[in-house]
């Protein structure tokens, strides 16, 4: 009896190793990736010194963060300073738990699936917003009220559009999600949706063009301004993980997941970790690309992009796919 | 079972202990984070009564959408911890009334479950069904039984909304407002204007 629960407590371990070990080396490598992809945009040469064409050159840095000295500001609340990191970091990494790679390839393969994700990624605003409020200066406090405001404007319309996907699926299962697109890809049909999910996955992971929140001409770092360290590492890695985590998102919901293009000779021979894996990385190249090409907003220009262009189409499109569902009954089961 | 049951007690007596936190904390902040790690426990109970999409919605709505907007607003006010402290005792008597009737309530209502046979029989804690995902099983119930109260709830909403809307609408005037058409179509024919300017005069 107690044999068997250790059995399965092992094995569950082992499955969450399996997921996130690949994923923060995943991490290490789009770090080198960006900066390399950055560095061709604008005809530098980028890292190139350690290891061979400097692809070792994020665990580089990673050691040489972790064994500087941890400053915490005599100022700060300290808990909730440490807390905050911590924070970011575990959630960043917890929604990983229902992603599936490939059929079957899901750690925990629940009914609400796209809830969680949902959940998890609307939570992410707490590191955020205590690292700003415990650092108790300036600058780390607007980039969290900043920030603040910013998730929660961009999750209204990722609702929405998530919801339009639902709609089309009848399921809230990931898996299902991924199944309902066999005859085409809902980036087709949906494809407004698709570009407007893209873009609130842009603000809802604090990227360019709207990383308002640690924006460096006006607040220095934003909410990370005095965190120096293991506790940065975490927040780097909290980043863009959630980063690669809101690619996965998309390729679920909008590009098919883990099935190829066609279902032709060829090309289903092809695992289907390798497919999930070619369009994260594809949607990944793309945040790279909108860094590397466009000019930050405006606050104000954000907040106006959020509540009274997104969220109006988004729900004319809700309200549009229903009906054109229900008229020509193709609503599913 | 066991492993159920210690789950249980990690997730309610966690609720209940940042529950308490809520009220003694010191600290509005901490007091807004004790709120949120109670909410996300409750969500937790929700998920082991197996009403997984209730769990998430409480994740949603409350601690990803209301919690911020309370955490927004708490740590933008200036607060005198010491004038919070001076109301106590003046409050105490009402808060106490409050807490003993609402103690009452759930008792009654505890011990008249009990008694009867609707607890042991007719409404079972967790669903039956479990074919049926509980995301379904809620649609099918509210939007044909409930239908008139969920829209009725729906409006209670908007009108609240537009409330909120005119007690904190005020045209002050004089505002600067961009047009976004208008900048977007400015070309140097607009924007530039060339002179001749003579040597020592200027404009």
């Known amino acids: 009896m107690t044999y068997d629960i250790i059995i399965t407590g092992l094995i569950i371990v082992a499955q969450i190793l399996a997921v996130v070990v690949p994923v923060l080396i995943s991490v290490a490598f789009l770090v080198y990736a960006e900066r390399k992809v950055l560095a061709l945009i604008q005809l530098r040469r980028g890292p190139n010194i350690v290891g061979p064409f400097g692809i070792l050159q994020s665990f580089a840095d990673a050691l040489k963060l972790i064994t500087k000295e941890n400053i915490i500001p005599s100022g700060s609340n300290k808990i909730v300073f440490i807390l905050a990191p911590i924070i970011t970091m575990v959630l960043s990494l917890a929604g990983w738990a229902v992603i599936p790679f490939a059929p079957g390839w899901v750690v925990s393969d629940i009914n609400v699936g796209i809830m969680y994700l949902f959940a998890v990624s609307s939570l992410g605003v707490y590191g955020i917003i205590m690292a700003g409020w415990a650092s108790n200066s300036q600058y780390p406090f607007l980039g969290a009220l900043r920030s603040a405001a910013q998730m929660v404007s961009y999750e209204v319309s990722i609702g929405f559009v998530i919801i339009t996907v639902l709609l089309c699926v009848g399921s809230l299962n990931l898996s299902k999600i991924v199944l309902a697109q066999q005859t085409v890809w809902f980036a087709i049909p949906l494809l407004p949706m698709f570009i407007i999910f893209f873009i609130s996955a842009l603000a809802e992971t604090n990227r360019l063009p709207f990383d308002l929140p640690e924006d460096e001409s006006t607040l220095v770092a934003g909410f990370f301004t005095e965190y120096s360290s293991a506790s940065f590492v975490l927040f780097f890695l909290g980043e863009y993980a959630s980063m690669i985590l809101m690619s996965s998102m998309t390729v679920i919901l909008f590009l098919g997941g883990w099935l190829p293009p066609f279902d032709v000779y060829p090309l289903n021979v092809i695992p289907g970790v390798i497919w999930f894996s070619v369009k994260v990385i594809f949607i990944l190249f793309l945040f790279i690309w909108v860094r590397g090409t466009f000019p930050r907003y405006r606050y104000d220009q954000l907040m106006r992009l959020g509540w009274k262009v997104f969220l109006p189409f988004s729900l004319f499109w809700v309200v549009a796919t229903s009906g054109f569902l229900v008229y020509f009954d193709m609503l599913p089961n | ?203």
């Open chain 2, 1 to 203: 079972m066991v492993l159920y049951s210690l789950t249980f007690y990690l997730f309610s007596s966690i609720a209940v202990l940042s529950a308490l936190m809520v009220i003694s904390a010191k600290n509005p902040v901490h007091s807004v984070l004790f709120l949120i790690l109670s909410f996300v426990n409750a969500s937790g109970l929700f998920v082991l009564l197996g009403a997984e999409f209730l769990a998430m919605i409480l994740v949603v709505v409350y601690v990803g959408a209301v919690a911020v907007l309370f955490l927004f607003v708490v740590m933008m006010l200036d607060i005198n911890f010491v004038k919070l402290r001076e109301g106590f005792l003046q409050y105490l008597p009402f808060g106490a009334l409050l807490g003993i009737v609402l103690v009452i309530e759930l008792g009654i209502l505890f011990l008249t479950d009990r008694s009867s046979n609707i607890y042991n029989n007719q409404t079972p804690l967790q669903p039956i069904n479990n074919e049926l995902e509980n995301t379904k099983m809620i649609g099918q119930i509210l939007y044909t039984e409930y239908f008139y109260l969920f829209q009725i709830c729906g409006i209670i909403l908007l009108v609240a909304m537009i409330g909120s809307i005119t007690l904190t609408l005020r045209d002050k005037g004089g505002v600067k407002r961009q047009n976004i058409n208008s900048q977007n179509t400015v070309d140097a024919s607009i924007a530039i204007e060339k002179k001749k300017v003579k040597l020592g005069e200027g404009i």
